[in-house]
């Protein structure tokens, strides 16, 4: 295992402040020491992501973190937690450790300000998009593919934006993630929230637990099946909206965070081979 690095800093969001972002890398791609921590100013965003993000003077002409061909991974929160939600922690150690990818967590600029209710849709695309940009021209290497990738509420985030790629201001990503997509509110099956899968033109993965009550497997398989690209599914057998499993003696919540992460590193390996192949999209 090549072990991994982390770094911190704080990017800009522009009418919304600065949130948190941390960078978890294969060690033998680590950049310099001085990018950590390092404060940057707000990067041009949209599907060509034009112009690089301001760094800070003392940061400035920091090297690429990534190999040529690493992938880069962009991981958003959800709803009522933050980039160090122990899922996400899980998935980003494991992803870097193994060398399979870079992971890159942030906060949605509610959980900077303290708040407990989630940013409107457009204050978290926006963020969303301003770290995607950050990622493209500062982060990734020249041949990296990038995906997308959330949580919840950072899932459908990452959804939407795909999805606006066709519509001229989304991510143009190789993949795209989702843990606990919410499909449905409470008790009310009848009523699918699809509208930010409409478009969804890229290879896709999306975890569902029987017990979700946001997400009925059985409702979320013909759905993926229906996209531009059909989707896959993987099932949590016994998980919750975040995954976890009913706590047993010799069981865990958390047990079911090794599956989650294996599906997630065979499913970006398998893609990004086939994106490093195929080139840029048009």
Same mark, same amino acid.
């Given at each position: 295992?090549?072990? $991994? !690095? $982390?770094?911190?800093?704080?990017?800009?969001?522009?009418?919304?402040?600065? !949130?948190?972002?941390?960078?978890?890398?294969?060690?033998? *791609?680590?950049?310099?020491?001085?990018?950590?921590?390092?404060?940057?100013?707000?990067?041009?965003? +949209?599907?060509?992501?034009?112009?690089?993000?301001?760094?800070?003077? &003392?940061?400035?002409?920091?090297?690429?973190?990534?190999?040529?061909?690493?992938? @880069?991974?962009?991981?958003?929160?959800?709803?009522?937690?933050?980039?160090?939600?122990?899922?996400? =922690?899980?998935? &980003?150690?494991?992803?870097?450790?193994?060398?399979?990818? /870079?992971?890159?967590?942030?906060?949605?600029?509610?959980?900077?300000?303290?708040?407990?209710?989630?940013?409107?849709?457009?204050?978290?695309?926006?963020?969303?998009?301003? !770290?995607?940009?950050? !990622? /493209?021209?500062?982060?990734?290497? =020249?041949?990296?593919?990038?995906?997308?990738? +959330?949580?919840?509420?950072?899932?459908?985030?990452?959804?939407?934006?795909?999805?606006? #790629?066709?519509?001229?201001?989304?991510?143009?990503?190789? +993949?795209?993630?989702?843990?606990?997509?919410?499909?449905?509110?409470? +008790?009310?099956?009848?009523?699918?929230?699809?509208?930010?899968?409409?478009?969804?033109?890229?290879?896709?993965?999306?975890?569902?637990?029987?017990?979700?009550?946001?997400?009925?497997?059985?409702?979320?398989?013909?759905?993926? @099946?229906?996209?531009?690209?059909?989707?896959?599914?993987?099932?949590?057998?016994?998980?919750?909206? $975040?995954?976890?499993?009913?706590?047993?003696?010799?069981?865990?919540?958390?047990?079911?965070?090794?599956? *989650?992460?294996?599906?997630?590193?065979?499913?970006? /390996?398998?893609?990004?081979? #086939? &994106?490093?192949? @195929?080139?840029? #999209?048009?």
């Amino acid at each position: 295992m090549p072990g $991994s !690095v $982390s770094q911190t800093f704080r990017l800009a969001i522009p009418d919304h402040g600065e !949130v948190t972002v941390k960078v978890d890398a294969p060690a033998e *791609v680590d950049a310099p020491a001085e990018v950590a921590h390092a404060r940057v100013g707000p990067a041009a965003v +949209g599907p060509a992501a034009v112009g690089p993000a301001t760094v800070a003077p &003392a940061e400035a002409g920091a090297a690429e973190t990534l190999a040529p061909t690493t992938p @880069a991974l962009i991981l958003a929160h959800g709803a009522n937690n933050n980039l160090d939600f122990p899922l996400l =922690s899980y998935l &980003a150690d494991h992803l870097a450790t193994s060398g399979c990818a /870079q992971v890159i967590r942030f906060n949605f600029p509610y959980v900077e300000r303290g708040a407990t209710s989630p940013d409107p849709r457009p204050v978290l695309e926006a963020t969303f998009l301003q !770290v995607y940009a950050h !990622v /493209q021209n500062e982060l990734r290497g =020249s041949g990296s593919p990038v995906f997308v990738a +959330g949580k919840s509420l950072g899932g459908r985030a990452a959804a939407e934006l795909v999805s606006r #790629r066709a519509e001229g201001d989304g991510v143009d990503a190789a +993949g795209l993630i989702v843990l606990g997509y919410p499909l449905h509110a409470m +008790g009310k099956q009848e009523s699918l929230f699809l509208g930010p899968v409409r478009h969804i033109d890229i290879p896709s993965l999306f975890f569902a637990g029987t017990r979700d009550p946001l997400c009925d497997p059985d409702l979320l398989r013909p759905v993926l @099946a229906g996209l531009t690209h059909p989707g896959r599914l993987h099932v949590v057998e016994g998980g919750d909206h $975040s995954l976890h499993l009913p706590r047993s003696p010799g069981r865990r919540p958390e047990d079911s965070y090794p599956d *989650v992460a294996r599906e997630v590193a065979d499913f970006i /390996q398998t893609v990004a081979v #086939r &994106a490093v192949t @195929a080139g840029p #999209r048009l």
